[in-house]
């Protein structure tokens, strides 16, 4: 983990800091029903606000980050979210519960632009996948880290965890002032002395950019197969006869796998090119989705969820790296923000969607037509997107152009990540996680992250 600048590990701290204390959306859907007595109906209906903020923060804070700088906008919205963590604290009305709500989604996605924004400023071309993927895994921690803590805690009353949440997001906050410098590019000047217009670029003209407009629409399709199984596998599980228990540890696999393993998928795909990992991690989407229609028992259900964690790892800071290679500089901020966007909106369509095939058509058409999905956005990334990213394969430092994989070649990437993965217990680990009793916590710290998201969204930051 060598190589990286000082900046980029006070991020790094600032973002376990911050997962560590999320306790809000591990707990909020219990805290609005079973202490507030609301409808379960309704508790879904705040978690989506969330998600809706985070669509309308997403491009405020790449704005922001841009024009205002990295480290005013992370600072501001870190507050801002910690306010918001204490007000749930103290209101109790549905209406002023649902603001607050919809305010957090908007304070916490505004920041995740300015902190891509900032790696991509810090951290040389061929390290930024290694930076990504390493923030990606600190967030990934913290989060198993707050799930865990936030179940021993509870006897401390929810209220208690989250102005514990307020506390860990204004230490953040406080982190990045104090130790994080600002990193945002000046604009060139213009040969009458003016800075350039291109602080007044706006989302519709970041979508003109057309290679990034196809990696945002591709991404769209990927997030959206990314964020169906948090809503689809418990149902499609349920519908085969088994306990709601059996989903619990069979979802911790993600959250496990991702924290012992992400540094050894890093140091796999370290020397392979962009649109070659993008078309792999689809198909493994694809695989991993697909094949839930096939199988019955929890330790298969678990098997294809190792699958599809692989291709998340594999994804998420190829995605952010290659995001941060289309942005000009001055606008790095605003790239970020549209594609965080992107995740967002399919974040908010894959609940909806999933739960309405589930219930209509049934799980098996779900998982086939995720299958489908995946991989037309694996042949999006190898036919539209080549010219735009194959020249950057060696990120490493290699100094080979890539080419644009084959269909074959991206398969015998798969079978190298598979392989690599198995060789180092990964397989194993699911099988553990799917049969034993320790599932539970690692099941909170993976729903939390991808209620979260965003997550994803997470994005990847």
């Excluded at 670029?201 to 769209?220: A, C, H, I, M, Q």
Aim: glycine share 14%; proline share 5%.
């Amino acid at each position: 983990m060598s190589g990286l600048p000082g900046g980029f590990w006070w991020l790094w701290l600032s973002t376990l800091v911050n997962r560590t204390g999320a306790f809000v959306l591990t707990f909020l859907s219990l805290f609005l029903t079973q202490e507030l007595g609301f409808s379960g109906w309704y508790a879904g209906l705040v978690v989506a606000l969330h998600g809706l903020g985070g669509i309308a923060g997403s491009p405020l804070g790449g704005m922001l980050s841009d024009r205002w700088g990295r480290r005013p906008t992370m600072v501001t919205g870190h507050l801002a979210a910690a306010a918001c963590a204490a007000a749930l604290a103290v209101v109790t009305s549905a209406w002023a519960v649902a603001v607050v709500v919809l305010l957090m989604g908007v304070a916490m996605q505004s920041v995740r632009p300015a902190i891509g924004a900032t790696i991509a400023d810090q951290v040389p071309e061929h390290d930024r996948r290694r930076a990504y993927a390493l923030n990606y895994w600190a967030l990934n921690l913290g989060f198993a880290i707050a799930a865990i803590g936030g179940g021993a805690a509870l006897f401390l009353g929810y209220r208690t965890l989250f102005l514990l949440e307020a506390l860990a997001t204004a230490l953040c906050a406080l982190i990045v002032f104090v130790r994080l410098p600002e990193t945002r590019p000046e604009l060139p000047v213009n040969a009458d002395g003016k800075r350039s217009a291109g602080s007044r670029l706006t989302t519709l003209d970041v979508l003109r950019d057309g290679p990034f407009r196809t990696l945002v629409l591709l991404s769209l399709l990927v997030c959206t197969v990314f964020s169906t199984p948090w809503v689809g596998l418990p149902l499609t599980m349920t519908s085969e006869g088994l306990e709601p228990d059996a989903y619990g540890m069979v979802i911790a696999v993600n959250g496990v796998v991702i924290v012992a393993f992400q540094l050894l998928v890093n140091k796999i795909t370290e020397r392979r090119s962009p649109v070659a990992l993008l078309v792999v991690s689809a198909l493994l989407f694809a695989v991993g989705t697909g094949a839930t229609a096939l199988v019955g028992s929890p330790l298969m259900f678990a098997v294809t969820v190792v699958v599809w964690t692989i291709g998340e790892m594999v994804y998420i800071p190829t995605n952010a790296a290659a995001t941060a290679l289309l942005a000009p500089v001055h606008a790095r901020g605003r790239y970020q923000g549209v594609m965080g966007m992107a995740w967002s909106v399919g974040g908010f369509v894959a609940p909806v969607t999933a739960g309405w095939v589930v219930t209509g058509p049934g799980p098996d058409a779900l998982w086939l037509g995720c299958a489908a999905v995946a991989v037309v956005a694996a042949a999006g990334y190898a036919l539209l997107l080549g010219r735009a990213l194959g020249g950057h394969g060696a990120e490493a430092g290699s100094g080979a152009g890539a080419e644009v994989p084959t269909g074959a070649e991206a398969v015998r990437d798969a079978e190298a990540v598979l392989d690599a993965a198995a060789g180092a217990g990964v397989v194993t680990g699911a099988e553990v996680a799917a049969g034993g009793p320790a599932g539970a916590g690692g099941a909170a710290a993976a729903g939390t992250r991808k209620a979260g998201a965003e997550e994803a969204g997470l994005s990847a930051v």
